[in-house]
């Protein structure tokens, strides 16, 4: 097979009917992986990374265009150093081992949340892969690091705040649209399902303005447990679900609402 057939090649399999455009994953379960085999927390997180493989491997298979995952909360830095460096470093692995994959596989690396926390070395690695996987067009993965919901919108308001200051965009007319220009997810679409694993039920700050119309998926398997079969359980549950985005009848992903009467 040619190179470039390999870039837009996709084995979609046939049950897989509506695949969704933005996928966004809430990674929960990795302490409690490793608490239940006596290990070390970090034992599951590097357990995690290899969930995190197989998943973004999956998705670009299976013709998710956009995958957001939950990598590092801004509350993740509450824990201790030795957890946070070895996620730090984790990361870092991680971005070193598959590099030359996302190149292979036209994939976009982009990361949302707050820079400015990250070690240097991390930060270097993460400009470095976003360089050198910026025209990847099959899928983009995007990593929330160090990223918080309402931080995002906060800093959001602050950059609009600015702009009316220096008289670029009238106060008083600020659509949905023109708001999402200033997330760090300008650009993208909103999640069309987001799924957290390890049986909770809680959004903990993750994409809070972009899932207003988000299918919600709870799987109580363990992050480092997840598999090609938990995410196609996720995805068949998606297909067979009615959006309507506060409408009557379906819309399709895509529009997310946009046109529909919100009621
Ligand atoms: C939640 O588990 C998970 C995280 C805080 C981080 C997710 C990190 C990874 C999957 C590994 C590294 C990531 C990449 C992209 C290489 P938890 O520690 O909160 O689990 P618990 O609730 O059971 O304690």
């Known amino acids: 097979m040619s190179p470039t057939a390999d870039r837009t090649t996709e084995e979609r399999p046939p049950w897989l009917l509506k695949p969704p455009v933005h996928l966004a994953i809430i990674m929960d379960g990795n302490g409690r992986w490793a608490k239940k085999r006596l290990l070390p927390r970090v034992a599951g997180h590097r357990q995690g990374a290899q969930a995190v493989r197989k998943t973004v491997s999956a998705c670009r298979a299976w013709g998710v265009r956009y995958l957001t995952l939950y990598a590092f909360s801004w509350e993740n830095w509450k824990r201790s150093r030795p957890e946070v460096d070895a996620l730090m470093a984790l990361l870092e692995d991680y971005l070193d081992g598959e590099e030359s994959l996302m190149k292979e596989k036209a994939i976009r690396f982009r990361t949302i949340g707050n820079r400015s926390r990250l070690p240097l070395s991390v930060l270097k690695r ?13 899928m983009d993965l995007i990593l929330a690091l160090s990223y918080s919901g309402r931080e995002e919108i906060l800093a959001a ?15 008083d007319r600020l659509s949905e649209e023109d708001f999402d220009r200033y997330l760090d997810t300008a650009g993208t679409p909103p999640p069309d399902l987001l799924i ?6 809680r959004i903990s700050n993750f994409l809070l303005w972009q899932i207003a119309y988000t299918e919600l998926y709870f799987d109580p398997v363990l992050w480092p447990d997840f598999g090609e079969e938990n995410l196609k359980r996720a995805l068949m549950d998606y297909q067979e679900r009615q959006r309507r985005f506060g409408a009557e009848g379906d819309i399709h992903s895509g529009d997310h609402g946009r046109e529909a009467e919100k009621v």
């Not at 308001?157 to 106060?171: C, K, M, T």
């Not at 957290?196 to 039920?201: A, C, K, L, M, P």
């Open 126 to 138: 993460i400009e470095a892969v976003e360089e050198s996987t910026r025209a990847g067009e099959a």
């Open 196 to 201: 957290r694993t390890s049986g909770e039920h």
């Open 157 to 171: 308001v602050r950059r609009f705040g600015e702009d009316v200051r220096a008289g670029r965009v009238p106060p």
